[in-house]
């Protein structure tokens, strides 16, 4: 049988319970805050995404306009401008084609490359072009997205771009 001496040296329950504390805080901090940046990251690259969606309808209706000043926003309310205002609708553009979106939301899909899609999955993005006054000289492109939030409830971002045209077209 072994005899304890009273000056051995050791750790105790209490100390090391105290150290896997520290640890156990150090670590959670640690995994919060990579977890938060992973979420900042993640937002950004989808904000970016849609930017970039949002500016390239914005250059499509620019140069549908300056190729055919009848395609627009112009005082004179010609064809498409009196077609979008009686019926009060959004549309958005892809390789120079008009998709109307009158009441169908999955027509102006687009995913992350800007292509579109008739998917509304995650992370593909819906945009809208409507007009900010009733000359149509004035024009909004939004582009919305859903991002993953708390509860199972998704959070739903949004870029908007303006954009006002010359009335001498």
Same mark, same amino acid.
């Given at each position: 049988?072994?005899?304890?001496?009273?000056?051995?040296?050791?750790?105790?329950?209490?100390?090391?319970?105290?150290?896997?504390?520290?640890?156990?805080?150090?670590?959670?901090?640690?995994?919060?805050?990579?977890?938060?940046?992973?979420?900042?990251?993640?937002?950004?690259?989808?904000?970016?995404?849609?930017?970039?969606?949002?500016?390239?309808?914005?250059?499509?209706?620019?140069?549908?306009?300056?190729?055919?000043?009848?395609?627009?926003?112009?005082?004179?309310?010609?064809?498409?401008?009196? #077609?979008? &205002?009686?019926?009060?609708?959004? +549309?958005?553009?892809?390789?120079?084609? %008009?998709?109307?979106?009158? /009441? @169908?939301?999955?027509?102006?899909?687009?995913?992350?490359?800007?292509?579109? #899609?008739? &998917?509304?999955?995650?992370?593909? +993005?819906?945009?809208?072009?409507?007009? %900010?006054?009733?000359?149509? /000289? @004035?024009?909004?492109?939004?582009?919305?997205?859903?991002?993953?939030?708390?509860?199972?409830?998704?959070?739903?971002?949004?870029?908007?771009?303006?954009?006002?045209?010359?009335?001498?077209?």
């Amino acid at each position: 049988m072994k005899i304890k001496k009273l000056n051995q040296v050791g750790d105790t329950i209490i100390e090391v319970m105290i150290a896997l504390v520290i640890m156990g805080s150090v670590l959670a901090g640690a995994y919060y805050l990579s977890n938060y940046s992973l979420n900042t990251i993640l937002e950004s690259h989808l904000r970016g995404d849609a930017l970039f969606i949002a500016q390239s309808q914005l250059e499509q209706v620019k140069a549908e306009v300056s190729v055919n000043s009848s395609y627009i926003p112009n005082q004179q309310k010609t064809q498409l401008t009196s #077609t979008i &205002s009686a019926q009060n609708a959004t +549309f958005c553009m892809n390789n120079f084609n %008009l998709y109307w979106q009158i /009441n @169908q939301k999955s027509i102006c899909y687009f995913n992350a490359s800007g292509l579109l #899609t008739k &998917s509304s999955s995650y992370p593909n +993005f819906l945009v809208s072009i409507s007009s %900010l006054d009733p000359s149509w /000289n @004035q024009i909004n492109v939004k582009v919305s997205w859903k991002q993953g939030g708390s509860n199972g409830q998704p959070i739903l971002n949004q870029v908007d771009l303006y954009y006002g045209f010359n009335n001498q077209l």
